[in-house]
């Protein structure tokens, strides 16, 4: 089932998560272990995420570049094949610009397919690993040029023309961000880039996380009066160690307010912390859900012990 078809017909309130590949030479024990410690609390969909690859640009005699790449973190294909197959939850795989040709991107989507994955989350990543030196016309600089990419081979279109190409049938998610990208100048710049990919075919939002509920509603509330017209669902992470007030803001530029960091940094060790961040994610939850929304996206990683003790809170089995 597509994500935007369970947002559609969703009766109850439900959760979806998103996890991460082990690290490269890791045991793939680690994915199955999480995934079946959310089996009793019916995760609609698992996203997937797929780090930017480590591109080098190196010069060669001629004055060309060649490149080189290498991923910390394979196995996202496959484990979407696990999560829809062995466990019957559809996964959500990141599809990445940066780190990827068009090419590439065209025959990661081919293999999605062959799978039977329905739906992908379409992305920017990092830019530090996305330009070369001299301007690249085969990979997709911005989301919604992967948005386009991913419509157009819904429609049959290839890179190249194929005679008798047969169309892929992806729902495809993209990021939003209530406290704005890191790159845009201002809100407004960036959710007139969220009604863009809007444009280009996405069906749905998720969030970066955030800690304060009013951010989330002001945000929706904009992107409404500018058109946004897809589903935004809220993205939630349980604060679990002190070091998460200075390395989240670091690594996804969202702010930490006032209250939520004096009680952390308050705390006398992590297990504090821990209880905590369980109390704040549950106070939003029941906020979120009182406003009428179904779907709760929880980032966890590889981590679902805090999300467990959550679901036993939440009681929405």
């Known amino acids: 089932m597509q994500v935007a078809e ?93 780190g990827f040709t068009r090419e590439e991107t065209e025959d990661a989507l081919i293999e999605l397919h062959y799978l039977g994955v329905e739906n992908v989350l379409a992305l920017q990543g990092e830019e530090k690993y996305a330009r070369p030196p001299r301007p690249d016309r085969t990979v997709n600089q911005y989301a919604y040029e992967l948005v386009e990419q991913i419509t157009a081979m819904n429609k049959g279109r290839y890179l190249d023309d194929l005679t008798d190409a ?8 993209v990021a939003a961000y209530p406290e704005k990208h890191y790159q845009a100048p201002n809100l407004a710049f960036d959710i007139i880039n969220l009604r863009r990919k809007q444009e280009a075919g996405a069906s749905y939002a998720i969030t970066q996380m955030f800690f304060d509920n009013a951010v989330y509603y002001d945000f929706v509330e904009r992107a409404r009066h500018m058109g946004v017209s897809i589903p935004i669902v ?24 006032e209250t939520l960091t004096h009680a952390v940094l308050s705390a006398r060790d992590d297990r504090e912390v821990l209880e905590i961040g369980l109390e704040w994610a549950y106070q939003q939850a029941i906020d979120l859900l009182a406003h009428g929304v179904k779907n709760l996206h929880f980032y966890t990683m590889l981590y679902t012990k805090p999300l467990l003790r959550l679901m036993d809170r939440l009681k929405l089995d």
């Open 6 to 98: 369970i947002l559609a017909t969703a009766q109850a309130p439900f959760i979806s998560v998103e996890i991460i590949p082990p690290r490269r030479g890791s045991s793939i024990r680690q994915v199955y272990d999480a995934v079946e410690s959310l089996i009793p609390h019916r995760p609609r969909y698992i996203n997937i995420t797929s780090h930017a690859a480590e591109v080098v640009w190196q010069e060669q005699p001629d004055g060309t570049f060649k490149r080189r790449v290498k991923r910390r973190s394979p196995g996202t294909f496959g484990i979407c094949a696990v999560i829809k197959h062995k466990y019957g939850i559809e996964p959500v795989p990141h599809l990445l610009c940066h």
């Open 234 to 257: 809220p993205g939630i992470k349980i604060l679990t160690k002190r070091d998460h007030v200075y390395s989240l803001p670091r690594s996804f530029h969202i702010s930490i307010p």
């Open 166 to 173: 047969q169309p892929t049938n992806f729902c495809i998610g």
